[in-house]
């Protein structure tokens, strides 16, 4: 059962053609490709196109032996039927007729005797595409079910930015060629955005760059840096704090700057002159002496360019972490020169007209929406969760595997084993989901459909066509969707186009190039002028300026509601003190940190990348490690209130002691008790605007014994 035919493909076969692709994964460098097609009709190799600036012929190792992926023999090629009980991963095979008309029947069972809002499409990033991710919303509007809230991966980081610079928004990424420090902050670019570190090794071999990185543990990408910064989990903003109260203390603060773009910047100065490197160390675990110096090289070099990532702001006082960050380069007037500046995302920079994608004509703004973190406190029937309304009794789900990232898994588990709660998963393979799902169908790859791409990292709009065809019965998103509205009587003129023409009619509303002359250019650039990408117009807000005090509680950034301590956070940058600390029951801080071989859960299949991953593990300082009796390879129980988690130890002086690193979303198989990572992990909202606080848990550790 989901077998592929036998590859024909010898090693010494030739490719048939190369064609242009686009890298679907949820990274920020949406990289250009160049796929090989081989003789039996499927993908070969898969390279990066140096004709593209930004990815300049250079992806990571993970995507470039794709082909072990898209040709795995375990991928799934046909509808499935759970015949076992839920989770037991009995399934036989269906037809898509039959499939299609089971998933109808229930959803229109539920919608009749709960109401439509007890079906909930539940979607993610496991593919980037704007039509396979985002099709999903137009059925959900068309037939005014629970609407999707997503927050587990940008809303701490982008309404923290926001609440500065008002806009999502930032300088060109090549520009750090003309860089004389780059400072890479909460992103270990060399596993997760590799396209990063090839630009910032540019500057530093062409012209001398220092490259800072600011992290909690000694990542591949902090062991290339020339100053490496390495500090507690959820201490950001302190040190943040303490950069900013050098650069007004020593006179590095530009002022004439300061004066034409900022907003509160006396109060600022004003508050910073007790946030001073000494209170700073004593929070963030640096040496007094390494915050002066990476303070003055700051406020010395006017071509200061700051890459901020998204790991520092999965923390319960993310928001407020990111939003001091971002606050540096403003303070010294980083942004006036080339090279200088700072980008955490270009996504606010596309203006992408996605109507007939999402359906937005058919929204409903009364339907409720949910949060996609919470999915289990939803799913468990938790009332403050439920957003006023009642159970979820049908979940369909695409691009994503809830069951393994998502928050509280114990919770997550529980909820999908419920009886009375029907769901149906559209994947590529048996993931934790789809093992609890009744019915399974098959999904294709990016290479097997038509899409439209925008990025975070870079200023290109490019598409990724059909190159091969899928294998066996494998269907697109899109094709679901509309079989499925068909069936459920949901009407909308997006359902009835193809996904090429649903890229044209995006890119026309758009006042982009039609789609023919995006596919012959392969890509186009949409770069921001320079005074645009530096906020040399302004910034964001009405009025202009950059604000360094902010309201909170009034953020306008698209949310149902605020979540969390809103009142209680600090205005003008600051720490936070409402992280989860250590405790004597509980003494280690863990972060569930990026694997370098994986991506959350996808390739967690691919042979190559489980064998350079190995098993489950944690990293922990050897000095604690002796003080437990551990040693390298040992299993060890990592405990919180939401769960207990297996994995064997690994000794690290890489990280301070008090902090451990689980790098791995494995499958749950993979695990010695068959729980992962996120059991540990909580689905309590950050604030102000919802997400979760992946890498902020203390966690008691204990050796097992053999």
């Not at 910047?265 to 001073?276: F, I, Q």
């Not at 007037?333 to 999402?358: D, F, P, V």
């Not at 069936?487 to 982009?512: K, N, V, Y």
Request: charged residues 25%; neutral net charge; glycine residues 8%.
């Amino acid at each position: 059962m989901n077998v592929h035919a036998p590859n024909t493909a010898r090693a010494t076969d030739r490719p048939v053609a190369t064609r242009a692709s686009v890298c679907p994964h949820d990274c920020p460098s949406t990289c250009s490709l160049e796929v090989d097609v081989m003789p039996d009709g499927r993908i070969g190799r898969v390279r990066g196109a140096k004709a593209q600036s930004y990815t300049a012929g250079i992806i990571c190792a993970k995507v470039a032996r794709y082909a072990e992926r898209a040709n795995h023999a375990d991928r799934l090629t046909h509808p499935l039927m759970r015949t076992g009980p839920k989770g037991s991963g009995q399934f036989s095979r269906i037809s898509w007729d039959e499939a299609l008309d089971r998933i109808a029947d229930r959803l229109l069972e539920a919608e009749r005797t709960h109401g439509a809002q007890s079906v909930w499409p539940y979607y993610y990033a496991g593919t980037m595409g704007l039509v396979m991710r985002d099709g999903i919303n137009r059925l959900t509007h068309a037939k005014g079910y629970s609407r999707f809230f997503a927050t587990i991966c940008v809303n701490p980081a982008w309404s923290g930015y926001m609440a500065g610079a008002g806009r999502i928004a930032g300088v060109d990424p090549r520009e750090m060629a003309a860089s004389d420090l780059i400072t890479l902050w909460g992103t270990n670019a060399v596993s997760t955005q590799v396209n990063v570190m090839t630009h910032a090794m540019r500057a530093r071999k062409d012209r001398g760059a220092k490259v800072a990185v600011v992290d909690v543990y000694r990542t591949p990408t902090m062991e290339q840096a020339d100053i490496p910064l390495l500090i507690r989990p959820g201490t950001d903003g302190a040190l943040a704090c303490a950069v900013m109260h050098v650069l007004f203390r020593d006179g590095h603060a530009d002022r004439a700057y300061l004066d034409r773009y900022a907003r509160d910047s006396a109060a600022l100065e004003e508050h910073l002159k007790t946030r001073t490197p000494e209170w700073a160390a004593q929070i963030c675990g640096l040496a007094v002496e390494e915050i002066e110096a990476y303070a003055r090289l700051v406020g010395t070099t006017p071509r200061a360019f700051f890459r901020i990532g998204y790991g520092f702001s999965r923390s319960r006082n993310g928001a407020l972490n990111m939003h001091a960050v971002a606050s540096i380069p403003v303070v010294a007037g980083s942004w006036q020169h080339e090279g200088g500046g700072a980008l955490h995302s270009l996504s606010g920079t596309y203006g992408m007209r996605k109507k007939m994608i999402e359906g937005l004509d058919k929204l409903d703004s009364k339907t409720r929406q949910l949060d996609q973190s919470r999915i289990g406190p939803i799913l468990m029937g938790e009332e403050d969760a439920l957003a006023g309304g009642g159970p979820v009794k049908a979940l369909f789900i695409q691009n994503t595997n809830p069951v393994a990232i998502a928050p509280e898994q114990d919770k997550v588990r529980a909820g999908f084993l419920r009886e009375d709660l029907f769901v149906a998963v559209h994947e590529q393979f048996m993931t934790d989901t789809a093992q609890m799902a009744d019915i399974v169908l098959p999904a294709t790859m990016f290479t097997e459909h038509d899409d439209l791409y925008q990025a975070g990292g870079h200023p290109h709009i490019q598409l990724g066509p059909k190159l091969v065809e899928p294998p066996g019965e494998c269907r697109s998103n899109h094709e679901v969707i509309a079989a499925l509205a068909q069936r459920l009587g949901a009407e909308h003129p997006g359902f009835a186009m193809s996904p090429r023409d649903l890229i044209d009619w995006t890119l026309r509303e758009s006042g982009r190039a039609p789609v023919d002359e995006l596919e012959k250019a392969r890509f186009i650039e949409v770069a921001q002028s320079f005074e645009d990408a530096h906020f040399l117009n302004g910034f964001g807000h009405r009025d202009k300026r950059f604000h360094f005090a902010v309201d909170w509680a009034n953020l306008g950034f698209p949310a149902p509601a605020k979540f969390g301590p809103v009142a209680d956070m600090p205005s003008l940058p600051d720490h936070w003190a409402v992280i989860e600390e250590a405790t004597p029951e509980h003494p280690f801080r863990l972060v569930t940190a990026p694997a370098r071989n994986f991506l959350n859960s996808s390739f967690t299949e691919t042979p190559t990348s489980v064998a350079r991953e190995g098993e489950p593990s944690l990293l922990i300082h050897p000095e604690d490690a002796a003080a437990l009796g551990i040693v390298t390879g040992d299993f060890v129980a990592v405990e919180n209130p939401r769960g207990r988690v297996v994995l064997k130890a690994r000794l690290f002086d890489g990280v301070l002691r008090g902090v451990v690193v689980s790098e791995q979303i494995q499958p749950a198989r993979a695990h010695r008790e068959g729980r992962g990572i996120n059991t540990l992990t909580g689905a309590d909202p950050v604030a102000p605007v919802g997400g979760a606080a992946f890498h902020d848990n203390r966690v008691r550790v204990e050796k097992l014994a053999d």
